[in-house]
Each structure stands twice: as C-alpha cells, then as structure tokens.
T-cell receptor, first 112, second 112 residues
Framework: DQQVKQNSPSLSVQEGRISILNCDYTNSMFDYFLWYKKYPAEGPTFLISISSIKDKNEDGRFTVFLNKSAKHLSLHIVPSQPGDSAVYFCAASGGGSEKLVFGKGTKLTVNP | EAGVVQSPRYKIIEKKQPVAFWCNPISGHNTLYWYRQNLGQGPELLIR????????DSQLPKDRFSAERLKGVDSTLKIQPAELGDSAVYLC??????????FGQGTRLTVV
C-alpha cells in the first residue's frame, strides 16, 4: 500500500520552460511535505517543503503547491535549467511521526 | 559545516557474509535515520533514532539486521548474514528536532 504516489516515472521539458512534478498521498494524517532532488550516486538533497497549514511555498525558481482536499501536491520549476535534471522525490510525514514516507520518484530531464 | 558522512561508499560481498555500514550525522542533529533504497524505488525507512533510542524500527528485518547508535552520535547498521535481496543503497540521514532530513551519499551494497 503506497501512501505517497508519483505516477509519472519521467518527465522531459525544454530549457526555460516550466517543469511540473506531481505527487498524491492517501494518508490524511500527513501534515508536512517535502521535495528532494537526487543526482546519480549521491544521496537525496532537500529542496523545498510545505506545511499543511499553507497551500503554497516559494523559494526562488521552485514553488510547491498543496491541495489538501485532493491530497495532491505539485512542484513547479520556472524556468527549468539543464542542471535541474535529476530524480525528484516527494515525501510526507505526520500523525505525530517524524518518519518520512517517500514516493518512487520522477526523473526530470531538461533539454538544452 | 560537514554533512552526513557514510562509509563505505560501495561494498560487494558474497551472500551469507556479514557487512556493516557506518554513519556520522550532522553535529547537533538528534534524529538519525537509516533508509534502504531499491532500484527504481524511493527510500524506505529501516530505523529511526532519537538520540541513542530507537523509536521506530518496525521496518527493520530483525532476524538479520541490527543497528546501534552509541552515545547518540555515530551509528552502525549491520547485516548478518547478507542475502541476495539485500542489494540496495543504504542511506543515512539526520535532522534537528523540527527540521528536514539531510542525507549522506549512501552505501551501495551488492550481494553476489
């Protein structure tokens, strides 16, 4: 039973365009959501997070949107750069637990 | 500030042999995690420590896996005996009380 789902294994966009990565969750107890970026042969790197009391959090080119009623969040990257090419993991925690539950990841490729 | 340090980076062993991984978390981080990441999957929690206490080890296969975090700082994860299915990347992460988790580079284990 996968509590955090990233249904798109891969995404390809042109440099300068917007990248939108999606994530759905099933556990209504989740109240904190994070995005991690992972390059090959490296550990995941924290990118941006959002608490359930917010519906949007922005950090430079990265914005995360949270729709609690739909149990859906998305990561927007604008403008996309070739260096953004990586695997992006959505993660969630909550219900009094600090355990992070990860999705399977989406591989983003930004073409020059 | 140094990040989470793991060693070794790579390990190849024969099945039924023991293996150990070491993790040095970020200074001051009370929470330490061990995750396992299989190919094409997101990281899955094996065990979480708050200081030296294991507070969530429900996903740790206790018949062959063991972990310790002496003095609430460094941690080791051991597998004895290793099986072919244990081949994966083992990730260590640490966090402060209310912060996001920072990951090390991981140890890629191959059991042959």
């Amino acid at each position: 039973d996968q509590q955090v789902k990233q249904n798109s294994p891969s995404l390809s966009v042109q440099e300068g365009r917007i990248s939108i990565l999606n994530c759905d969750y099933t556990n209504s107890m989740f109240d904190y959501f994070l995005w991690y970026k992972k390059y090959p042969a490296e550990g995941p790197t924290f990118l941006i997070s959002i608490s359930s009391i917010k519906d949007k959090n922005e950090d430079g080119r990265f914005t995360v949107f949270l729709n609690k009623s739909a149990k859906h969040l998305s990561l927007h990257i604008v403008p996309s750069q070739p260096g953004d090419s990586a695997v992006y993991f959505c993660a969630a925690s909550g219900g009094g637990s600090e355990k992070l539950v990860f999705g399977k990841g989406t591989k983003l490729t930004v073409n020059p | 500030e140094a990040g989470v340090v793991q060693s070794p980076r790579y390990k190849i062993i024969e099945k039924k042999q023991p293996v150990a991984f070491w993790c040095n978390p970020i200074s001051g981080h009370n929470t330490l995690y061990w995750y396992r990441q299989n190919l094409g999957q997101g990281p899955e929690l094996l065990i979480r420590y708050e200081n030296e206490e294991a507070v969530d080890d429900s996903q740790l296969p206790k018949d062959r896996f063991s972990a310790e975090r002496l003095k609430g700082v460094d941690s080791t994860l051991k597998i004895q005996p290793a099986e072919l299915g244990d081949s994966a990347v083992y990730l260590c992460a640490s966090s402060s009380r209310l912060g996001e988790a920072f990951f090390g580079q991981g140890t890629r284990l191959t059991v042959v």
